[in-house]
């Protein structure tokens, strides 16, 4: 059974950091991008990030261009969001997501097959 799990989650004030983690279980994705999403209250879940299936090419929402960091670790299965420079309005539910094999860089979720339960960030002013 595919799992993916996120952690890292927590309260953090404005122009913190905080670093997620999304560790897969059942299989590996080591062909297949990986994503990070997020959803506020009231809002749509938008795109964050996505990180190429060898970590070599990445994709960025302009919200958080500069600020946040993807990246991946094949030998531990997971994939990481490094956030800095938190804002008030980074406030969300993150979500790790896998892509359809064969996927380069994907901002739609609609592009991913797998994902995981959600972390919840929030960031005070």
């Known amino acids: 059974q595919v799992q993916l799990v996120e952690s890292g989650g927590g309260l953090v004030q404005a122009g913190g950091s905080l670093r997620l983690s999304c560790a897969a279980s059942?299989?590996?994705?080591?062909?297949?991008?990986m994503g990070w999403f997020r959803q506020a209250p009231g809002k749509e879940r938008e795109f964050v990030s996505v990180?190429?299936?060898?970590?070599?090419?990445?994709l960025y929402a302009d919200s958080v261009k500069g600020r946040f960091t993807i990246s991946r670790d094949h030998a531990k299965n997971t994939v990481y969001l490094q956030m800095n420079s938190l804002k008030p309005e980074d406030t969300a539910v993150y979500y790790c997501?896998?892509?359809?094999?064969?996927?380069?860089?994907?901002?739609?979720?609609?592009?991913?097959?797998?994902w995981g339960q959600g972390t919840q960030v929030t960031v005070s002013s």
């Open positions: 990180v190429n299936w060898n970590g070599g090419k990445t």
């Open positions: 059942g299989r590996t994705f080591h062909d297949h991008a």
């Open positions: 997501a896998t892509s359809f094999p064969g996927n380069d860089l994907r901002y739609s979720d609609s592009e991913y097959n797998y």
